[in-house]
């Protein structure tokens, strides 16, 4: 028994590292796709691709003046689409209405476009973009149990599950909320599902690998003297698995919110975590000259159970989503710094 014991630890100890050596072998080649038309870019898009082309529609910023000068925000409509890497940006068509921060996922049936927020109010209505033949088209699905801004989703077995956000513009409280829909069914509604073990949280990054969902990082939510929402920034991640339930995973090696979300993968038990904003600068003075978010990639290894650094993005986009496209993952526009968009279009390419 003692010898048999021995061996396993000595061949545990061989394997894993070998294991984590392999998967560090993926490397990430980034470049830039045609920017995203006009001068200053949006945060919270909704983002994907159908049928071969980016869909990249919606989403807000201050197109007058920066938030600290008194800027207001202005929320958008317009959907433009790349059928190329080397090609222009077309404006395809419009959503239902000016629109940003909900969750959009790609799927062959289209992009699905879930809940988000205007300059009033939060909503739980869903609609799925397909692009067919040159044509934009946008059909009705079934609405969210409550409206719903800032929260994350990934499709597992043609599944949309959907996790947090806020329920108002002006919430003192994140949601505990867990709903999914199976895509399977064009006739089904979202079911309310357990929760994780963990407190509610906003802007998190949810991610699918080795057959199960997760959800890491984001922002839990307080209240100052004024009564006023304070975001505390989490490092906490879960696994979810339908005949398991949740279970709590390492931690993050430092908090993580609004980074660009569903997190893409790397081989069979990968994924990574793209920059977001860690709090180290919360608040800082001037904001016009904010350093920005961290560019490092944290990845986790669900065999491990254990987070690594996986190099860097070029620049660090939050509030946006990830596209997988052609064979890459795309981060399209979204914030560089507080209140600060970007034009710029990144492409990750996996390179053995």
């Known amino acids: 028994m003692r010898i048999t014991c021995v061996l396993s630890l000595v061949l545990t100890t061989i394997w894993l590292p070998s294991l984590a050596m392999g998967q560090s072998e993926i490397a990430l080649h980034w470049s830039e796709l045609p920017p995203l038309p006009g001068k200053i870019g949006v945060a919270g898009p909704f983002a994907g691709a159908h049928n071969g082309v980016l869909i990249v529609g919606g989403g807000a910023n201050f197109p007058d003046k920066m938030p600290w000068e008194g800027g207001n925000k202005v929320w958008h409509e317009d959907v433009f689409v790349l059928d190329s890497s080397d090609g222009t940006w077309k404006v395809a068509g419009k959503l239902p209405r000016p629109l940003g921060y909900g969750v959009s996922l790609s799927t062959d049936q289209g992009l699905v476009c879930l809940g988000g927020s205007d300059s009033q109010q939060h909503y739980d209505e869903c609609f799925v973009l397909q692009w067919d033949d040159g044509t934009l088209i946008t059909s009705a699905i079934a609405s969210l149990p409550k409206p719903c801004a800032n929260f994350c989703g990934a499709i597992l077995n043609n599944t949309l599950y959907v996790v947090g956000g806020i ?166 526009s979204g914030e560089i710094r507080p209140g600060v968009r970007s034009t710029s279009v990144w492409i990750g390419q996996p390179q053995n």
């Open 167 to 332: 329920e108002t513009p002006t919430a003192t409280v994140a949601m505990k909320s867990f709903w999914s829909l199976d895509l399977r069914d064009s006739e089904s509604n979202w079911k309310e599902l357990e929760t994780w073990p963990g407190p509610p949280r906003m802007l998190a990054v949810a991610a699918v690998q080795d057959n199960a969902f997760y959800v890491v990082g984001g922002a839990s939510l307080t209240v100052d003297v004024q009564g006023k929402p304070v975001r505390k920034y989490e490092k906490d991640a879960y696994r979810y698995r339908a005949e398991q339930g949740w279970t709590r995973v390492a931690d993050l090696p430092r908090p993580v919110v609004a980074a660009p979300t569903p997190a893409p993968t790397l081989g069979l038990s990968q994924f990574l975590v793209i920059g977001g904003d860690d709090g180290m600068h919360v608040n800082f003075m001037p904001p016009a000259l904010h350093p920005g978010f961290p560019k490092s990639i944290l990845a986790y290894d669900t065999i491990l159970d254990a987070w690594g650094v996986h190099g860097q993005v070029p620049a660090s986009h939050v509030t946006t989503t990830v596209v997988p496209w052609r064979g890459g993952f795309v981060i399209p």
